[in-house]
């Protein structure tokens, strides 16, 4: 029963490169979470789509990350141009529909260091 | 707004100890939703209980167990009898529907030394 699956697991880049991180959902789950970890702010919720819609972005830090979904098994994680200060470890996380709030099921992350 | 505050940043035992993790919430919401989650040194965050608001009993896992109080908004996490598998950052999170999104507190790293 395979998990959350992300891609790349790690990725190292030049400052104003272009990195794009991928997810894939547990199949069934309609809800899909993209959060970042840093030890300064700890977890934080970038942005989250249900049914494949974006709900909520309020966490995306600034105009240069951007999220799709395009369809309800892959999200993409954006960032154009990169900087020192998003090196992080960025997780996906997808919930099953049901009443209530589902437990959120997380993916085991990608290291980004941008140099 | 919502709010989850893990006071203890680090803690360290000994093995078989037993090891209780506090988490104090705030939120104005009548309903609402409690998480623990754990986060070992591989970096995963794997998922361990979840708690509607409207159920204060406790729960116990094996050697875990939680107590949810209301009175208190505390939900606190007991490892019994602990062992160096157990070592870990211990996250606490809390979701509301006013929020619309899940809070996580800042961790409490667990030490299980032999």
């Known amino acids: 029963d395979a998990g959350v699956i992300q891609s790349p697991r790690h990725e190292v880049t030049e400052m104003g490169q272009e990195v794009t991180l991928r997810c894939k959902p547990i199949?069934?789950?309609?809800?899909l979470f993209w959060y970042r970890q840093t030890m300064m702010r700890g977890l934080e919720l970038l942005i989250y789509f249900n049914n494949n819609v974006p709900i909520d972005d309020s966490g995306m830090p600034e105009d240069r990350f951007s999220a799709k979904m395009p369809n309800a098994s892959f999200s993409t994680l954006k960032i154009q141009p990169s900087e020192p200060r998003d090196s992080a470890v960025y997780f996906c996380a997808s919930s099953s529909p049901g009443q209530g709030f589902n437990e959120q099921f997380f993916g085991p992350g990608t290291r980004l260091t941008v140099l | 707004a919502q709010k989850v505050t893990q006071a203890q940043t680090e803690i360290s035992v000994v093995e078989k100890e037993d090891v209780t993790l506090d988490c104090v919430y705030e939120?104005?919401?009548?309903?609402?939703?409690l998480f623990w989650y754990k986060q070992p040194p591989s970096g995963e965050l794997v998922f361990l209980i979840r708690r509607n608001s409207f159920d204060e009993q406790n729960e116990i896992s094996g050697r875990y167990s939680w107590n949810f109080q209301k009175s208190t908004s505390s939900f606190n996490f007991t490892i019994t009898a602990s062992q160096v598998v157990d070592s870990a950052v211990y996250f606490c999170a809390l979701f509301t529907g006013g929020g619309n999104k899940l809070t996580f507190g800042t961790g409490t790293q667990l030490k299980v030394e032999l």
């Open positions: 939120t104005r919401d009548t309903t609402y939703y």
């Open positions: 199949s069934g789950h309609n809800s």
